[in-house]
C-alpha cells in the first residue's frame, strides 16, 4: 500500500492567481497521477506523472494550464495556472505502488475554490 | 472512454442487497471499485484483473466477465457504513506503458435505518 499526503488541504484563491499542490508519498513509486474531481462529479485525469519523464497530459488539459514537476519518486507538484471559477475543483493525487495491476491509492485531495 | 455505470443512484433499508454495474464497449484489462464517502478521497475496495473471476471482502464481492466487458459489484445485508458513491474503474487492454484509470460516473449509495 502507499500513504499519500498532499498539501494544502485546502484553499480559496483570487481568479488570475496560481496555486502549486504538493503530493508526497511514503514510498517509492513510479507511477503517479494528478486527477479533478467537479462537484458532485466523477474523478477525470488530468495527467500521468511518471518520475523520468514528461508528464502525459490527458484530452482537455493542457501543460501551460497545468504544469507538473516531478522531481523523484516520492513526490510531485500540480500547479493550477490562471485560476477561474470553473477550476473550483477537488485535485486529488494518485499512485500505483508497484505493477500496473496493483491497487491505485488516491492521497486525501485539495478542495479548491476560486473567486 | 468512460465506463457506464448502472443504477445512478439507490436507496436502501438497513439489511438489504444491491448490485452495481459497471461496462464498458473496450477490452478490459481490469476493473477497480471504489467507494467515496461526501469530502472524502476515494476508497480502494478491490480490483479483477483479465481472466473473469469473483472477489469478496466480508459482505462485498464483485464479478468480472471478461467476454461481456461487464463487472458488478454485490453489497449483501447493507450497513450503514456501506452508504457513499461507488465508482467503478477500468483498465482496457493494450495499458501497459499507457496504464490509465478511467472511472465511470458513479453510484450513489444511501442506507436508511
Not at chain 1, 51 to 78: C, H, M, W
Not at chain 2, 73 to 83: C, D, E, G, N, W
Request: net charge positive; proline share 5%.
Amino acid at each position: 500500500s502507499a500513504v499519500i499526503s498532499q498539501k494544502p488541504s485546502r484553499d480559496i484563491c483570487q481568479r488570475g492567481t496560481s496555486l502549486t499542490i504538493q503530493c508526497q508519498v511514503d514510498s517509492q513509486v513510479t507511477m503517479m497521477f494528478w486527477y479533478r474531481q467537479q462537484p458532485g462529479q466523477s474523478l477525470t485525469l488530468i495527467a500521468t506523472a511518471n518520475q523520468g519523464s514528461e508528464a502525459t497530459y490527458e484530452s482537455g488539459f493542457v501543460i501551460d494550464k497545468f504544469p507538473i514537476s516531478r522531481p523523484n519518486l516520492t513526490f510531485s507538484t500540480l500547479t493550477v495556472s490562471n485560476m477561474s471559477p470553473e477550476d473550483s475543483s477537488i485535485y486529488l493525487c494518485s499512485v500505483v505502488p508497484g505493477h500496473s495491476t496493483d491497487t491505485q491509492y488516491f492521497g486525501p485531495g485539495t478542495r479548491l475554490t476560486v473567486l | 472512454q468512460q465506463p457506464v455505470q448502472s443504477p445512478q443512484a439507490v436507496i436502501l433499508r438497513e439489511g438489504e442487497d444491491a448490485v452495481i454495474n459497471c461496462s464498458s464497449s473496450k477490452a478490459l484489462y481490469s476493473v477497480h471499485w471504489y467507494r467515496q464517502k461526501h469530502g472524502e478521497a476515494p476508497v480502494f475496495l478491490m480490483i479483477l484483473l483479465k481472466g473473469g473471476e469473483q472477489k469478496g471482502h466480508e459482505k462485498i464481492s464483485a464479478s468480472f466477465n471478461e467476454k461481456k466487458q461487464q463487472s458488478s459489484l454485490y453489497l449483501t445485508a447493507s450497513q450503514l457504513s456501506y452508504s457513499g458513491t461507488y465508482f467503478c474503474g477500468t483498465v482496457t487492454v493494450g495499458g501497459g506503458s499507457n496504464y490509465k484509470l478511467t472511472f465511470g460516473k458513479g453510484t450513489l449509495l444511501t442506507v436508511n435505518p
